[in-house]
Nanobody
Framework: QAQLAESGGGLVQAGGSLTLACAATGSGLSSSAVGWFRRAPGEEREFVAVITSGFNTYYADSVKGRFTISSDNNRHMVFLQMNSLKPEDTAVYHC????????????????WGQGTQVTVSS
């Protein structure tokens, strides 16, 4: 089992930056990928980024070049550095532990954090 908890959200102006953190505890973390997803009001949950056990990273096209995912060696802390933020990045951001299958499918993750709100004003 694992527990994940996000922090670092807040209100920022367009063009600004925020860094989200995901603190993970439990077993099997170092052999698992951890992903970030987001959900805007009235929208479906959307894949943002993932870092694999081999430290490979993948991003949604909408954030590529602006967001950077990183982690410590044991995957106890996973970060999402967000630069050049846009109003359309406003959402609740969740981190989750990947179980199997495609990285951009929320159903392939379990042990979700409670989320942290990111609001980008224009």
């Amino acid at each position: 089992q694992a527990q994940l908890a996000e922090s670092g959200g807040g209100l920022v102006q367009a063009g600004g930056s925020l860094t989200l953190a995901c603190a993970a505890t439990g077993s099997g973390l170092s052999s698992s990928a951890v992903g970030w997803f987001r959900r805007a009001p009235g929208e479906e949950r959307e894949f943002v980024a993932v870092i694999t056990s081999g430290f490979n990273t993948y991003y949604a096209d909408s954030v590529k070049g602006r967001f950077t995912i990183s982690s410590d060696n044991n995957r106890h802390m996973v970060f999402l550095q967000m630069n050049s933020l846009k109003p359309e990045d406003t959402a609740v951001y969740h981190c989750a532990l990947h179980r199997m299958g495609l990285y951009d499918r929320a159903r392939n993750y379990d042990y979700w954090g409670q989320g942290t709100q990111v609001t980008v004003s224009s």
